[in-house]
């Protein structure tokens, strides 16, 4: 542990880590190997506690091993506030503050206060910036006038991430996980921000931190529109299916809620994106060699996962078959994708779809997520979505009426298919080449064993669904 919080005992950040969401460990036996002090927020008038920035550094103790960097916003009282009861932190003797009582800031109105203010201050600052004496950069781009009455909501949902809505003006997602470099959520929105994309939430600004002992920069958040009309796909997508098993015995293309057109509409969004992601970032082309290391990366994937979840062996051989038909492409074309899409990173807006989150998937290191890869990893991941929408809601029909689920399964398997039919013509105009087929029949088997190794680390009851579709590769 650094010299200046020597006093708090690790276990507090054990445990505090332990129980937030967004804490990738879960489930991995883990040290505190440091925690590391990188800023105060700039004080307004508005204050009532001290706002600082640590990075607290966890050290896996499994075979796999590694370490983690995780950002921690901290307000500290002087006094215990019961309405901060559920972000409570700890209590330690700080060197230059005394006793505090520290909580997760973000969970505090006055607190978010800071980052509102320090954003609205960047934006009248020479070229949108400004840096306090500890490093810390605010970046403001755009026109857009911030809201300061606004008041701070922490978004509830299941995220990698921490998001802070300001009324409904702006959101702020402050990066939980912390990598040196650049966060491609930020980069990308960047360049889709500036092109005018239909299909983003615009670039507000954001927040970077400059290391000068390691002459790195850490991106810390981001600040970007609030799509105030918004409708999450996935949820959208739980209410047709259910709207689907509401009515006895209809198909899925005869449902009031039916999907199918907003799959399309998603198809076509998504091509979008990617055409604009191709002209503004570089796009490769992968020779043999490359595409034969695509596919080891595959299966290294594939091994790392057996660990973890050891049903996954009997399928391994058909797994590893549908990574090896990679072997026998010529040429891959790579760009700047997405790299997690699921419908959850879907909003229907009244101005149409919207994708979010161009962060990549949260458990690959940073070098990875920033390499550029083929268009049909996020399609893959569409196509497993709307696999595990009929299986979400399943799991609730199961439990209030048994009775029925082979015909619920049926009725099931036809709104996946009718949806990931819908969507992927409308993505690819067309039929799918054969290189197209077996390029997105790998990502899907890829997405598939990732899965696996989210949900027994995240919601072990679901690793079932991720299971199935495996089994079903396997079956092919
Ligand atoms: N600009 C936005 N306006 C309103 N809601 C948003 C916006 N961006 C994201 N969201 C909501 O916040 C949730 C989490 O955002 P996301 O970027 O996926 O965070 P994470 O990286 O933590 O997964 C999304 O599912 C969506 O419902
Ligand atoms: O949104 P995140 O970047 O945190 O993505 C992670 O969490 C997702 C779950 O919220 C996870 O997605 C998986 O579950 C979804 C349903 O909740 C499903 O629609 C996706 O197809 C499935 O992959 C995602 O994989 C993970 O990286």
């Given amino acids: 542990m650094t010299e200046h919080i020597s006093r708090v005992d690790p276990d507090v950040f054990t445990r505090y880590l332990e129980r937030t969401r967004w804490f990738g460990g879960k489930g991995r036996p883990f040290t505190i190997a440091s925690v590391r002090r990188i800023g105060a927020l700039p004080r307004t008038s508005q204050d009532s506690a001290d706002v600082v920035i640590d990075l607290v550094e966890v050290a896996y103790d499994d075979a796999e091993g590694g370490s983690e960097v995780y950002q921690v916003p901290m307000a500290f009282y002087e006094h215990p506030e019961a309405r901060l009861d559920h972000a409570f932190i700890g209590w330690w003797e700080e060197p230059d503050r005394g006793w505090v009582h520290a909580y997760d800031a973000l969970h505090d109105r006055e607190s978010m206060y800071c980052w509102l203010a320090a954003f609205d201050r960047a934006a009248r600052e020479a070229g949108g910036n400004l840096t306090d004496e500890s490093g810390l950069r605010f970046h403001r781009i755009g026109e857009h006038e911030l809201d300061l009455d606004a008041h701070s909501t922490l978004f509830s949902g299941e995220q990698s991430n921490s998001s802070v809505a300001f009324g409904e003006d702006a959101l702020m997602k402050v990066f939980r996980k912390i990598t040196p470099g650049v966060n491609p959520d930020i980069s990308v929105h960047d360049v889709l921000t500036r092109t005018g994309s239909d299909h983003i939430a615009r670039l507000y600004g954001w927040l970077d931190w400059v290391d ?11 600040l970007q529109e609030f799509l105030r009309t918004a409708s999450d796909g996935w949820d959208l997508a739980l209410a047709s299916v259910r709207n689907l098993y509401a009515e006895a015995d209809i198909h899925a293309h005869e449902a009031g809620g039916d999907f199918a057109a907003e799959a399309e509409r998603l198809g076509v969004a998504l091509r979008e994106v990617h055409d604009v992601l191709a002209e503004h970032f570089p796009v490769d082309r992968l020779d043999a060699a490359a595409v034969a290391e695509l596919a080891d990366a595959m299966d290294a994937r594939l091994a ?3 660990d973890v979840v050891p049903e996954l062996a009997q399928h391994a051989e058909a797994l590893r078959t549908a990574y090896g038909r990679l072997r026998g492409l010529g040429e891959v074309e790579v760009q700047q994708i997405h ?10 807006t009244s101005l149409g779809w ?10 690959k290191p940073l070098v990875e997520r920033l390499k550029p890869d083929s268009r049909w990893r996020d399609v893959a991941g569409m196509l497993r979505s709307f696999d595990y929408v009929p299986h979400v809601v399943e799991r609730q029909f199961a439990e209030d009426q048994p009775d029925g689920a082979g015909q619920r399964a049926y009725r099931a398997e036809e709104w996946a298919h009718r949806n990931r039919n819908h969507f992927l013509s409308a993505y690819a105009g067309g039929e799918l080449s054969d290189a197209q087929q077996v390029l997105l029949e790998a990502y899907v088997a890829d997405k598939a064993v990732y899965e696996t190794v989210y949900e027994t680390r995240n919601r072990p009851t679901w690793v079932g669904i991720p299971l199935e579709a495996v089994a079903r590769i396997g079956a092919a």
């Fill in 339 to 348: 790299g997690d899409l699921h419908l959850g990173q879907t909003l229907r």
């Fill in 354 to 363: 919207k994708i979010v989150d161009f962060e990549g998937e949260p458990a």
């Fill in 212 to 222: 000068e002992d390691e002459d790195t920069t850490v991106q810390l958040a981001m």
């Fill in 304 to 306: 790392a996962a057996l």
